[in-house]
């Protein structure tokens, strides 16, 4: 059974930072590709970032570019995401999700077999 636990998630202010941790198990790690989305209350869930196994070149939507860092350890089942000068737009729902063999810029929520529970960040103005 392919598990994805989420932590990290809390209450920051802005200009903050947080570190969110996805931790798979049940599936082969180094075979899918790592992507964060968040949701907002009353939006669509929104692709943030994504990662490939071979961990190069990760992929950012413009919104977190320059501030986001992703990375993963393949040997610890686990991938993280750095959120550094988070504003008060960047509250949202944060959920991990896996799929095999895809770009790590993939945005549609279709394309991702496995999700978390999700973890609540929340940046006060």
């Known amino acids: 059974q392919v598990q994805l636990v989420e932590s990290g998630g809390g209450l920051v202010e802005a200009g903050g930072s947080l570190r969110l941790s996805c931790t798979a198990s049940?599936?082969?790690?180094?075979?899918?590709?790592m992507v964060w989305f968040r949701q907002a209350p009353g939006k669509e869930r929104e692709f943030v970032a994504g990662?490939?196994?071979?961990?190069?070149?990760?992929s950012y939507a413009d919104s977190v570019k320059g501030r986001f860092t992703l990375f993963r350890d393949n040997a610890k089942y686990t991938v993280y995401l750095q959120m550094n000068s988070l504003k008060s737009e960047d509250t949202a729902v944060y959920y991990c999700a896996a799929a095999k063999w895809i770009p790590a810029s993939t945005m549609m929520t279709a394309r991702y077999n496995y999700w978390g529970q999700g973890t609540q960040v929340t940046v006060s103005s």
């Open positions: 990662i490939t196994s071979n961990t190069t070149s990760p």
């Open positions: 049940g599936l082969t790690f180094s075979w899918y590709t």
